[in-house]
């Protein structure tokens, strides 16, 4: 049995008589191992089967439905905006580094990167006069920065964000524990 039949088979039990199901058949199913990721452009159809992932997307109104939710479908709009072409996709971070991994892809609008580090990791970082916005996944971290000739602190924990604003220009972090952390940010 082919994996687009095992989907099929699975998602038949949740689902239904789903048009959506059809899907299977004609979308590429890849498997990522921790770490590893793709980069779909606009009007590619995705979806994501199982696990946890971090997404990030531009600035968009074009979130259509055709099918395996019980949300509103949009069919037409959906049929509209769909690229119809054969692609293969590149994995990024064949390698699975955990370290340090920039997630580079073609978009001007954003960059991700992942950060894994032991306890006590100390780093100096600039905003370049870009926003940024932090995730942690797991332990804990300290931001510090000043303000007005002060000195300031925050400490993060697991599933916690933050906003680092463009006019903070410099700022440290610091691992409290083992933690792991995603920044999304614009690309220089």
Not at 58 to 84: P, Q
Not at 108 to 128: A, D, R, T
Not at 162 to 177: E, G, K, N, Q
Request: proline residues 3%; hydrophobic residues 35%.
């Amino acid at each position: 049995m082919t994996v687009a039949e095992s989907q099929f088979l699975k998602q038949h039990e949740l689902y239904g008589n789903d048009v959506g199901l059809l899907s299977f058949f004609f979308f590429n199913i890849i498997e990522l191992k921790p770490g590893q990721a793709i980069f779909t452009d606009a009007g590619v159809p995705h979806a994501y089967i199982k696990g946890n992932i971090i997404e990030c997307m531009a600035n968009s109104d074009n979130v259509v439905r055709a099918g395996l939710t019980n949300k509103f479908k949009d069919v037409d709009t959906l049929l509209e905006i769909l690229r119809y072409e054969f692609a293969k996709f590149n994995i990024i971070n064949k390698e699975q580094k955990n370290d340090e991994v920039i997630y580079k892809t073609s978009t001007k609008e954003f960059e991700v990167s992942s950060y894994s580090k032991k306890k006590g990791f100390v780093k100096s970082c600039k905003s370049n006069s870009s926003p940024q916005v932090f995730l942690i996944t797991d332990g804990e971290i300290q931001v510090d920065w000043q303000h007005d000739h002060f000195e300031q602190s925050q400490k993060f924990k697991k599933g916690e964000s933050f906003f680092i604003p463009a006019s903070l220009s410099d700022y440290r972090i610091t691992t409290i524990v083992e933690s792991k952390y995603f920044i999304t940010k614009i690309p220089e």
